[in-house]
């Protein structure tokens, strides 16, 4: 908006030159002082066209008001005489109007732009206080826009005579633009972020081997490690245990794309005389 002025205003300069000098013998377009408030004009026009601040706007007002002041002043300087009396010295009412000029403009200007820092300031702080939509994980805030959370009404995997498995719930989110994360994936951006929530029941001593779980998503071809703040070690017998892992997800365009998902954890028995002293839990959930 200030640049646009400042655009407008030469090229009107430029338009009104070329009539003015088809009726005058004073020829605008021939004076070097006009050409270089033209180009002046246009040029600073140019390089903030983009400012829309009430600071940069009034700025681009006042250069205008400097422009007609001086041009005035010169104008003037050349006459011999003003409305038929002696010419007051031309120097010091320049330097006068100058210095009365900047004392004002420079002070609303100053005004103006503290206003802008201070409501910008307390806008930030209010979005920042009000945002409530984060995950956090691994020390970070993880925002985002859109979730969806699935019930899993599935039975617990009992495939192993050490304990019990069963994913209680699924959620699914869409992070912020341009958000960047994860230890194991040397922070590449990402687009979505998967929270599996489960339990773990011990039938025997168990050691659970969480950090090196996987979950494979079918329907966008993606498979990653996962990440958890919970700490899944060891786990007596007759003790469950729920916590929740996250995958972040490289490409997700819509919560809606993921269908299904297959998640696989290790776990090993403390006693390693056990026939079957370790396993995988091999869990596919259908979202629906």
Same mark, same amino acid.
């Given at each position: 908006?200030?640049?646009?002025?400042?655009?407008?205003?030469? !090229?009107?300069?430029? /338009?009104? !030159?070329?009539?003015?000098?088809?009726?005058?013998?004073?020829?605008?377009?021939?004076?070097?002082? /006009?050409?270089?408030?033209?180009? /002046?004009?246009?040029?600073?026009?140019?390089?903030?066209?983009?400012?829309?601040?009430? !600071?940069?706007?009034?700025? +681009?007002?006042?250069?205008?008001?400097?422009?007609?002041?001086?041009?005035?002043?010169?104008?003037?300087?050349?006459?011999?005489?003003?409305?038929?009396?002696?010419?007051?010295?031309?120097?010091?009412?320049?330097?006068?109007?100058?210095?009365?000029?900047?004392?004002?403009?420079?002070?609303?200007?100053?005004?103006?732009?503290?206003? %802008?820092?201070? $409501?910008?300031?307390?806008?930030?702080? $209010?979005?920042?206080?009000?945002?409530?939509?984060?995950?956090?994980?691994?020390?970070?805030?993880?925002? *985002?826009?859109?979730?969806?959370?699935?019930?899993?009404? %599935?039975?617990?995997?009992?495939?192993?005579?050490?304990?019990?498995?069963?994913? $209680? +719930?699924?959620?699914?989110?869409?992070? %912020?633009?341009? *958000?960047? *994360?994860?230890?194991?994936?040397?922070?590449?951006? &990402?687009?979505?972020?998967? !929270?599996? $929530? &489960?339990?773990?029941?011990?039938?025997?001593?168990?050691?659970?081997?969480?950090?090196?779980?996987?979950? +494979?998503?079918? +329907?966008?071809?993606?498979?990653?490690?996962? %990440?958890?703040?919970? =700490?899944?070690?060891?786990?007596?017998?007759?003790?469950?245990?729920?916590?929740?892992?996250?995958?972040?997800? *490289?490409?997700?365009?819509?919560?809606?794309?993921?269908?299904?998902?297959? /998640?696989?954890?290790?776990?090993?028995?403390?006693?390693?005389?056990? =026939?079957?002293?370790?396993?995988?839990?091999?869990?596919?959930?259908?979202?629906?």
């Amino acid at each position: 908006m200030a640049g646009l002025i400042l655009i407008i205003a030469g !090229a009107a300069l430029i /338009f009104y !030159a070329i009539q003015h000098d088809k009726k005058q013998q004073i020829k605008w377009m021939k004076k070097w002082y /006009f050409w270089v408030i033209s180009i /002046f004009l246009i040029v600073a026009g140019v390089l903030s066209i983009n400012d829309s601040r009430l !600071a940069d706007i009034f700025g +681009s007002l006042m250069i205008l008001v400097l422009i007609g002041l001086l041009y005035w002043r010169i104008s003037d300087q050349r006459k011999k005489n003003l409305h038929g009396k002696k010419r007051i010295p031309h120097t010091l009412v320049t330097i006068l109007l100058l210095v009365v000029y900047f004392a004002i403009a420079g002070s609303i200007t100053n005004g103006l732009m503290t206003n %802008e820092t201070s $409501n910008n300031t307390a806008s930030d702080s $209010n979005t920042s206080a009000n945002t409530n939509n984060y995950v956090r994980l691994d020390g970070h805030k993880i925002y *985002y826009t859109k979730s969806k959370k699935y019930a899993i009404k %599935e039975d617990a995997d009992t495939s192993w005579s050490a304990a019990n498995a069963k994913v $209680n +719930s699924v959620t699914v989110y869409k992070t %912020e633009k341009g *958000y960047t *994360y994860g230890s194991k994936r040397g922070k590449k951006a &990402v687009q979505g972020l998967l !929270a599996i $929530n &489960v339990t773990v029941k011990a039938l025997k001593d168990i050691q659970i081997l969480m950090d090196s779980a996987t979950v +494979s998503i079918p +329907s966008i071809n993606e498979q990653h490690d996962i %990440e958890t703040k919970d =700490d899944w070690d060891d786990l007596d017998k007759g003790i469950s245990k729920t916590g929740t892992v996250y995958i972040p997800i *490289y490409k997700l365009s819509n919560i809606n794309n993921i269908k299904s998902l297959r /998640f696989k954890f290790d776990c090993q028995q403390q006693s390693t005389d056990a =026939d079957d002293y370790d396993h995988t839990f091999d869990m596919t959930i259908n979202l629906k």
